[in-house]
């Protein structure tokens, strides 16, 4: 056993080891609900190997770039033996509609900013095509 454990349980610092989560992300997700942890009665966090697990999901999930809320949704729906996976498919799915928005967002964003670039002569002269177009709310094509 390392130091902070105790058979299955764990204290935060190895949890943070084992999940990937930083112990103040663990703290953060305990104070929305999205974890819970025992208490020794020195006060100290405790954690099951199955606090871990769903420390690893939500870090997964994050990565993906599920919201806080989406977590929760996706947290009950894996905690629900009836779940139909219809359920879990219809929010990735919205999920992945959110994304290609942002993506197309992005991709607009990125043209204008190439756009812009290409206008400004980015020498010592004080003409610059970026700060015209920023200040008269001219930033499309």
């Known amino acids: ?4 454990q105790q058979g299955d349980i764990m204290l935060i610092k190895d949890a943070a080891i084992a999940s990937g989560l930083p112990a103040k992300t663990i703290r953060y997700y305990e104070s929305l ?4 942890s025992r208490r020794a009665s020195n006060g100290y966090r405790q954690y099951s190997s199955k606090d871990i697990e769903r420390m690893q999901f939500l870090a ?7 919201s806080l809320d989406e977590c929760r949704s996706l947290l009950d729906l894996y905690d629900d033996p009836t779940r139909a ?6 929010l990735a799915r919205q999920h992945l509609d959110e994304l290609n928005d942002k993506i197309r967002e992005l991709t607009a964003m ?5 756009h812009l670039v290409s206008q400004c002569p980015g020498d010592e002269s004080s003409d610059c ?3 015209e177009s920023l200040a008269h709310g001219q930033t499309s094509e």
């Open 33 to 36: 609900g999205l974890i819970e």
């Open 60 to 66: 997964r999930s994050r990565t993906l770039g599920f």
């Open 110 to 114: 990125k043209q204008t900013l190439i």
């Open 85 to 90: 996976s219809a359920s879990v498919n219809a």
């Open 1 to 4: 056993l390392t130091p902070g």
């Open 129 to 131: 095509a970026i700060l």
